[in-house]
C-alpha cells in the first residue's frame, strides 16, 4: 500500500525533507500517488509539514502510533513484525488470548492507543488513556521448562528498563516483580499471562502486556494510583514518540527474550539485579497469609526474592507483593 510506504519513508527520515519527486523515486510510484498517500496520511490525524518545494516531513509533534510507522522503526527479527495497532480495546492481554493465539506465531505484537479494561496484577485495573501511555502485548511461545516461565516477566522489566535508560537518559530500577520505578514512582507495569498445555505441562504461549506512562493526568487516577505512579514526563524532557519508545522495547525484549531461551538466565539475573529496588532496605511483605516487615535481600537464581523478617528467618517469595512507605 502506498500510504503505508509513504509513512515509512516519512518515519525512516525524520528530521529531514522529502520532496515528492523523492518519495515518488523512491518507492518506484507517480508523484501522484504520493500526493494522494499525504492526503489520505493527514485525513487519518498525522501531522505532516510540507513547504513549498521543500518537500515533506513528520512534524515533530507527531505522535502517531500507526502499523506502518512503528515497522519502519524495527531492528527486530520477529518481535513485532506481525504488527497490528487498534484505536482501542479492552486489554490488549486480552485481545491477543481472545482474538489472535490461536492463529498467531511468536512475536505477534498488539497495540492499541486507548484500552478501556486495562488490566494488571492481582486482578487490578490499569489505567490506559489515549495519548498518555503506551500500551502493548507481545505473543510469545517459548521453549522453557514452566518453571522458567517468570523469567520472561524478568526480562520483560529489564527490556523496559533499557529502553528508558537509551531513550530518555533516566535509570529506572524493578520493584520485584516487574514494577519499573523512577524516584519510587511506577512508569511502567507489566503482565505476563500464559496457557499451559494441559497433557504436557508446557508451556503453549505467554504473553507479556507492558504499560508505559509517557504522560499522566493525575486527576483522572483514583487516590491510591496517583500516590505512587509517575511518567516519563515528569522526569525528562525527552519523552519519547510511542512509536519509538514501541520499537526500541520490542528490540530490548527480543535480544534478552533470546538468550533466556538460549539459556542465559545467568546474563538476564545479573541485569535484573543490578536494577532491583530495596536492596538490603526494609519492605513490607504483601502474603496471602498476612502482610509483614522484613528486609530485602536480593534475588536468587530462580528469580525468587529473598526477604529477611525480623528475627532473622529468611522467606523465599515466588510470587506476591512487596511495598515501601509510597508504593503499594
Ligand atoms: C501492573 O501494573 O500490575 C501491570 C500492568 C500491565 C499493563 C499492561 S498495558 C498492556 C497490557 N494490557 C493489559 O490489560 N495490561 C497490560
Same mark, same amino acid.
Request: proline content about 5%; overall charge negative; hydrophobic content about 25%.
Given at each position: 500500500m502506498v500510504k503505508d510506504q509513504v509513512l515509512q519513508a516519512l518515519e525512516r527520515s525524520r528530521g529531514a525533507r522529502m520532496s515528492g519527486a523523492q518519495l515518488a523515486r523512491e518507492l518506484g510510484v507517480s508523484r501522484a500517488a504520493v500526493w494522494k498517500a499525504i492526503e489520505s496520511l493527514r485525513a487519518d490525524g498525522l501531522h505532516i509539514d510540507s513547504t513549498q518545494g521543500g518537500g515533506y516531513c513528520l512534524a515533530a509533534a507527531d505522535d502517531s502510533l500507526t502499523a506502518a510507522g512503528v515497522s519502519a522503526l524495527l531492528r527486530t527479527d520477529r518481535l513485532g513484525r506481525d504488527l497490528v495497532v487498534l484505536p @482501542? %480495546? !479492552?486489554s490488549t492481554n486480552s485481545a491477543i488470548k481472545r482474538d489472535y493465539a490461536a492463529t498467531r506465531h511468536e512475536g505477534f505484537t498488539l497495540i492499541a492507543e486507548r484500552q478501556t479494561a486495562g488490566r494488571g496484577r492481582l486482578g487490578r485495573t490499569f489505567h490506559s488513556d489515549s495519548g498518555t501511555g503506551l500500551y502493548l502485548s507481545v505473543l510469545l511461545r517459548p521453549k522453557i521448562p514452566l518453571e522458567q516461565l517468570n523469567f520472561v516477566t524478568l526480562a520483560a522489566a529489564v527490556a523496559v528498563c533499557r529502553s528508558i535508560e537509551a531513550l530518555c537518559g533516566l535509570a529506572p530500577g524493578i520493584k520485584w516483580v516487574n514494577d519499573v520505578l523512577h524516584e519510587g514512582r511506577k512508569l511502567c507495569g507489566i503482565l505476563t499471562e500464559a496457557s499451559i498445555e494441559? @497433557? %504436557?505441562?508446557?508451556? !503453549?504461549y505467554a504473553i507479556v502486556g507492558i504499560g508505559v506512562n509517557l504522560r499522566l493526568d493525575r486527576s483522572a487516577l483514583p487516590e491510591d494510583v496517583r500516590i505512587i505512579a509517575g511518567a516519563l514526563a515528569d522526569f525528562t524532557?525527552?519523552?519519547?514518540?510511542r512509536a519509538v519508545l514501541a520499537a526500541r522495547l520490542l528490540g530490548e525484549l527480543e535480544a534478552v527474550y533470546d538468550s533466556l531461551c538460549a539459556g542465559d538466565t545467568a546474563g538476564l539475573l545479573q541485569a535484573y539485579r543490578s536494577r +532491583?529496588?530495596? +536492596? !538490603?532496605k526494609p519492605i513490607r511483605v504483601l502474603a496471602p497469609g498476612g502482610a509483614y516487615e522484613a528486609v530485602c535481600r536480593g534475588v536468587n537464581d530462580a528469580g525468587n526474592l529473598l526477604v529477611e523478617r525480623a528475627d532473622g528467618t529468611l522467606d523465599t517469595l515466588q510470587s506476591g507483593e512487596i511495598s515501601t512507605r509510597l508504593s503499594v
Open positions: @482501542e %480495546t !479492552d494441559g @497433557e %504436557t505441562g508446557c508451556i !503453549d524532557a525527552d519523552v519519547p514518540r +532491583l529496588c530495596y +536492596l !538490603d
